[in-house]
């Protein structure tokens, strides 16, 4: 059965196997399948990786974003609303770790959410249809279902699609592409 608790479980063993190498390379062959996007002149939200998680390096995605002539922003999360604020991200010295170990801007200038062209999505697993399961508390379903409806929503995923999670629903919102080290997945 391929439920989201089963799946966040068996994915979150998964990437705890992952030493840093590993997570290294996944996270290099991950920016190379960026390369087909245009960032020029774009709006592009960006998660921060938790460590503590093996999330994948997303600082050289952003490197290569501001490169290609984009402007990139990054969330901060409100834990009693359960909902993020964009800021525009400035540089390394803007961020800091939360008292949850979530790396975030701890100043800038905000980021309208409806303006943003791209979002890079963390994610545990997708599946073929481009459902996704992440950590579980919805701040990326609030955030991805408010978007406008041009913006491109991307998962970043160490590992390559589930057949199918069993139990999505209404409230999911899914993926137009997700980016594996192997491959760049269309949805839509």
Do not use: W
Request: hydrophobic share 35%; with cysteine.
């Amino acid at each position: 059965m391929n439920n989201k608790v089963y799946l966040r479980d068996l994915y979150k063993k998964k990437r705890n196997l992952l030493d840093s190498d590993m997570l290294a390379q996944i996270s290099n062959n991950c920016v190379e399948q960026i390369n087909p996007f245009d960032f020029n002149n774009k709006i592009v939200s960006v998660f921060l990786p938790i460590q503590k998680f093996n999330e994948i390096d997303t600082s050289f995605i952003i490197q290569k974003i501001i490169k290609n002539g984009g402007t990139v922003c990054v969330s901060r999360s409100d834990f009693q609303e359960k909902k993020m604020e964009f800021f525009i991200y400035e540089g390394p010295a803007q961020i800091k770790e939360n008292k949850f170990g979530i790396p975030e801007p701890s100043y800038g200038n905000s980021c309208d959410i409806l303006k943003i062209d791209y979002v890079f999505v963390p994610l545990l697993c997708f599946d073929e249809a481009g459902n996704r399961v992440g950590y579980g508390q919805g701040f990326y379903d609030k955030f991805l279902s408010s978007c406008s409806d041009n913006c491109s929503k991307i998962g970043l995923s160490h590992f390559e699609p589930v057949m199918k999670i069993d139990d999505c629903n209404d409230m999911d919102v899914k993926l137009d592409f997700c980016i594996t080290p192997n491959k760049t997945y269309a949805f839509r």
